[in-house]
């Protein structure tokens, strides 16, 4: 069954290539929403079910998304490149019962005998993590932001949203964190980096949520220069981690007053936290100190044991705000949450002396060299100080005397010969010898999910069987 809802004249106020407008008018937000919860209730959806959310960035979507909710129903979201087949376990997965999707997404859900709703007008554009959240937890982590004295509080912002809606950086930091405030929503329902320029540029855009491919491309693209993108006043990268060389690229082109970079995951319904950075002290490579209720610990991944500030080991944290379980996956819960309440994140790093949290990795990327740690991330924001390199990964090859070794993904700058040999001297003049990129191979484009993070699993697909 699929049926139509909403009058698209209503609520969207854009070119059909454009941006869409979120007006600040709490008023028609909240009617549309009990319009949707009233026709949601008629269909029969109740405490408990679950309603999955297939699409792209829309106005439609924070509507949705408050209309289930507020009918003590639970939604779960899903990436619109995500095959059928994906689709289909999450939706078995999660006993949804309803489906939200728009026109040119339905073919994705024909085969699930739900019934299914198309949302009119909207803009088309590996299996996620599935973790059980409850109302609670969200509402946790949006009044950390609207009572922490460390984020932007005013009320008149102007926030542009290019981050996927269906990912809890979206969800819950942008768009639940900022409607609530009565801020300004500009969304974009697929991304495009000039679109993104002339958006800040026509709607004064003030806050800009970013993720790590967007934060590099404003560092190295020339088209940012013939843009004003004077209105900035914050900048924060999130999702997965940025080199600070990047960060600094960043200021010294636009001078943006607060520019940082956060830190948290899914399992914490978002941030954890996110770094303070004063005029006069800059540190961007770190994220932070906790965020308000959060609690953390950094131990050896091997015994467990808790290690002393600056020492690095697996981050574990503990908070209101952690999630209570992943959806009928007790093993892979047990795993991850401790008789303590302590969330064992998968991530490598350490606090300082200041209780500043700094990431390095994660601990399954690691690269083992001769028995050595290498972090894939290190080398990755050390090619990006180069001038002739857009963007990098760094991958593990198995090594039969070394067990494995770096090996680099380099995309280079438009015009430029740099060849494998200028990139492996590179970085063996600036680090330890167990960290040298044994091999390079140029590639037109990194991949990387819709959250900024990169697939290193279709890198690895590609090695060669030998250097």
Same mark, same amino acid.
């Given at each position: 069954?699929?049926?139509?809802?909403?009058?698209?004249?209503?609520?969207?106020?854009?070119?059909?290539?454009?941006?869409i407008?979120?007006?600040?008018?709490?008023?028609?937000?909240?009617?549309?929403?009990?319009?949707?919860?009233?026709?949601?209730?008629?269909?029969?959806?109740?405490?408990?079910?679950?309603?999955?959310?297939?699409?792209?960035?829309?106005?439609?979507?924070?509507?949705l998304f408050f209309?289930?909710?507020?009918?003590?129903?639970?939604?779960?979201?899903v990436?619109?490149?995500?095959?059928?087949?994906?689709?289909l376990?999450?939706i078995?997965d999660?006993?949804?019962k309803?489906v939200?999707?728009?026109?040119e997404?339905?073919? /994705?859900?024909?085969?699930?005998?739900?019934?299914?709703?198309y949302?009119?007008?909207?803009?088309?554009?590996?299996?996620?993590?599935?973790?059980?959240?409850?109302?609670?937890?969200?509402?946790?982590?949006?009044?950390?932001?609207?009572?922490?004295p460390?984020?932007?509080?005013?009320?008149d912002?102007?926030?542009?949203?290019?981050?996927?809606?269906?990912h809890?950086?979206?969800?819950?930091?942008?768009?639940?964190?900022?409607?609530?405030?009565?801020?300004?929503?500009?969304?974009?329902?697929?991304?495009?980096?000039?679109l993104?320029?002339?958006?800040?540029?026509?709607?004064?855009?003030?806050?800009?949520?970013?993720?790590?491919?967007?934060?590099?491309?404003?560092?190295?693209?020339?088209?940012?220069?013939?843009?004003?993108?004077?209105?900035?006043?914050?900048?924060v990268?999130?999702?997965?981690p940025?080199? /600070?060389?990047?960060?600094?690229?960043?200021?010294?082109?636009?001078?943006?007053?607060?520019?940082r970079?956060?830190?948290?995951?899914?399992?914490?319904?978002?941030?954890?936290?996110?770094?303070?950075l004063?005029?006069?002290?800059?540190?961007y490579a770190?994220?932070?100190?906790?965020?308000?209720?959060?609690?953390?610990v950094?131990?050896?991944?091997?015994?467990?044991?808790?290690?002393?500030?600056?020492?690095?080991?697996?981050?574990w944290?503990?908070g209101?705000?952690?999630?209570?379980?992943?959806?009928n996956?007790?093993?892979?819960?047990?795993?991850?949450?401790?008789?303590?309440?302590?969330?064992?994140?998968?991530?490598?790093?350490?606090?300082?002396?200041?209780?500043n949290?700094?990431?390095?990795d994660?601990?399954k990327?690691?690269?083992?060299?001769?028995?050595?740690?290498?972090?894939?991330?290190?080398?990755?924001?050390l090619?990006?100080?180069?001038?002739?390199?857009?963007?990098a990964?760094?991958?593990?090859?198995p090594d039969?005397?070394?067990?494995?070794?770096?090996?680099?993904?380099?995309?280079?700058?438009?015009?430029?010969?740099?060849?494998? #040999?200028?990139?492996?001297?590179?970085?063996?003049?600036?680090v330890?010898?167990?960290?040298?990129?044994?091999?390079?191979?140029f590639?037109?484009?990194?991949p990387?999910?819709?959250?900024?993070?990169?697939?290193?699993?279709?890198?690895? #697909?590609?090695?060669p069987?030998?250097?």
């Amino acid at each position: 069954m699929a049926t139509s809802c909403f009058d698209p004249n209503s609520f969207i106020y854009s070119s059909p290539r454009g941006p869409i407008h979120i007006p600040p008018d709490p008023d028609m937000f909240h009617n549309h929403i009990r319009s949707v919860a009233r026709g949601l209730s008629s269909l029969g959806v109740r405490q408990h079910d679950v309603v999955l959310i297939l699409s792209p960035n829309s106005v439609y979507f924070p509507v949705l998304f408050f209309a289930v909710i507020s009918l003590g129903a639970v939604v779960t979201t899903v990436n619109p490149l995500c095959t059928p087949g994906e689709i289909l376990k999450q939706i078995k997965d999660s006993k949804s019962k309803l489906v939200f999707t728009v026109p040119e997404l339905a073919g /994705k859900v024909e085969n699930t005998a739900l019934p299914v709703i198309y949302i009119d007008d909207c803009e088309p554009k590996s299996n996620p993590d599935f973790n059980q959240e409850r109302h609670l937890k969200l509402l946790s982590e949006v009044i950390k932001m609207n009572f922490d004295p460390d984020f932007h509080q005013e009320t008149d912002l102007t926030f542009l949203c290019i981050i996927p809606m269906f990912h809890v950086f979206g969800l819950s930091i942008v768009v639940y964190g900022q409607l609530l405030r009565g801020n300004t929503l500009i969304t974009m329902p697929k991304f495009d980096f000039t679109l993104m320029l002339e958006s800040i540029q026509k709607y004064r855009i003030t806050n800009l949520p970013l993720v790590p491919p967007i934060m590099i491309a404003l560092a190295k693209q020339d088209a940012v220069l013939r843009y004003d993108l004077s209105s900035v006043i914050e900048m924060v990268s999130g999702a997965a981690p940025v080199g /600070k060389e990047t960060l600094e690229e960043v200021y010294q082109r636009l001078k943006v007053p607060d520019l940082r970079q956060g830190y948290g995951m899914t399992e914490t319904t978002g941030i954890v936290s996110v770094a303070i950075l004063k005029t006069d002290k800059k540190n961007y490579a770190t994220v932070g100190p906790l965020v308000s209720g959060m609690e953390a610990v950094v131990v050896d991944p091997s015994s467990g044991r808790r290690l002393p500030p600056n020492k690095q080991g697996e981050l574990w944290v503990r908070g209101p705000n952690i999630m209570q379980s992943y959806l009928n996956n007790p093993e892979a819960t047990a795993l991850t949450l401790d008789g303590d309440g302590w969330l064992h994140t998968g991530d490598l790093g350490y606090i300082d002396d200041e209780g500043n949290l700094y990431i390095m990795d994660r601990l399954k990327e690691l690269i083992k060299y001769k028995g050595l740690q290498v972090a894939p991330a290190e080398l990755e924001a050390l090619l990006l100080t180069h001038s002739e390199i857009v963007d990098a990964a760094v991958v593990p090859l198995p090594d039969n005397d070394a067990g494995e070794v770096p090996l680099a993904y380099v995309v280079r700058a438009s015009g430029s010969s740099l060849s494998e #040999q200028d990139v492996i001297r590179f970085v063996a003049a600036q680090v330890a010898p167990y960290k040298k990129v044994r091999g390079v191979k140029f590639i037109e484009a990194i991949p990387k999910s819709s959250a900024g993070k990169i697939l290193r699993r279709e890198l690895t #697909q590609k090695l060669p069987s030998k250097l």
